[in-house]
């Protein structure tokens, strides 16, 4: 038996929340085609006949411009700390630049095993794959390089046994059926933010976040009772998130109420309201309040709030 912790490491819009959903086998984290979309470390279980790997998705590596950002690449950062193989994800689609010899930087200092995985190959020219691959390969060096596709799933099976091939000898450090160590709060306001970031466009998604204000668990009847504030940081950008009649604030409540009634498989009741709270990403205390957290210690062994349905 084998266990451990698997961090998945890269930049912005790499594909790392695609590849935890795909290899925990459920959605944990939200995803869209805005970079920066993960804020914290995620934290998914999937025990396999061989072993137990914890997976720890992490906002992307970038150079940060707001406090926000600075703890978004501190939770990132302070994952390499913490597990026993680091795993390099790397978006095969798109050409290397500064941002990947940055990514790479910080990478030859790590002394666990490091595992690149190239992902969107789905999508990438298949000739350019091999003198990339060299390319990494000799500059950084990898106890193993898969090319995968998060999206369509291909060679994820093969990644997994690499993966799982570094992980030191040891008894699972949860039971079977534990996913993740995220409290239910947070994925209510993950799956409201998830629509904001779907029907909003150019810097709206970044200055926003969402606060869950109350949450009431299933009532006799079934229904789910949720009140979320979504923040902005300036007041023109109230109505932009209302909509004309309010169309836009209800398209996002709808959204959301249908992914959370999955999510928790019950009748939700969604209460949403936007509030303009100056500079939250330079605010300390709203950071706090959005559940974005200093980097922490590596967590072993707590009680699961959600399980494997």
């Not at 930049?11 to 920066?36: E, F, H, M, Y």
């Not at 709270?277 to 950071?287: I, K, N, P, T, V």
Request: aromatic content about 6%.
């Amino acid at each position: 038996m084998k266990s451990g912790f698997v961090s998945l490491i890269g930049r912005p819009n790499a594909g790392k929340s695609t590849l935890l959903n795909r290899l925990v086998g459920t959605k944990l984290a939200i995803v869209s085609d805005k970079p920066q979309t993960t804020r914290t470390r995620i934290q998914g279980v999937r025990t396999y006949p061989e072993g137990q790997v914890v997976f720890l998705d992490t906002p992307g590596v970038h150079r940060p411009l707001h406090r926000l950002n600075v703890r978004m690449v501190d939770a990132a950062l302070e994952t390499l700390r913490e597990v026993d193989v680091v795993g390099v994800v790397v978006d095969a689609s798109e050409p290397a630049g500064g941002g990947d010899r940055y990514l790479m930087d910080l990478v030859k200092r790590i002394t666990q095993p490091r595992v690149l995985i190239l992902n969107k190959v789905d999508r990438a020219e298949k000739s350019s794959l091999l003198p990339r691959i060299e390319a990494y390969d000799r500059d950084v060096g990898f106890a193993a390089i898969v090319p995968v596709s998060a999206l369509t799933g291909e060679n994820i099976e093969r990644l997994e046994q690499v993966l799982l091939s570094f992980l030191p000898e040891g008894e699972a450090l949860y039971p079977d059926d534990y996913l993740t160590d995220q409290p239910e709060r947070f994925f209510v306001a993950e799956i409201v933010r998830e629509q904001v970031l779907q029907h909003t466009h150019a810097e709206l998604p970044f200055s926003t976040a969402v606060v869950v204000d109350k949450f009431e668990e299933a009532n006799e009847a079934g229904l789910m009772k949720f009140y979320c504030s979504i923040l902005v940081e300036r007041a023109s950008q109230k109505p932009i998130l209302l909509g004309r009649g309010g169309a836009m604030i209800k398209a996002i409540g709808t959204g959301a109420r249908k992914e959370l009634e999955r999510f928790f498989d019950a009748r939700v009741y969604l209460d949403l309201h936007v509030r303009v709270r100056s500079d939250w990403r330079e605010d300390e205390r709203a950071l706090d309040e959005i559940g974005l957290p200093q980097a922490r210690r590596r967590p072993r062994g707590k009680n699961t709030p959600r399980q494997r349905p």
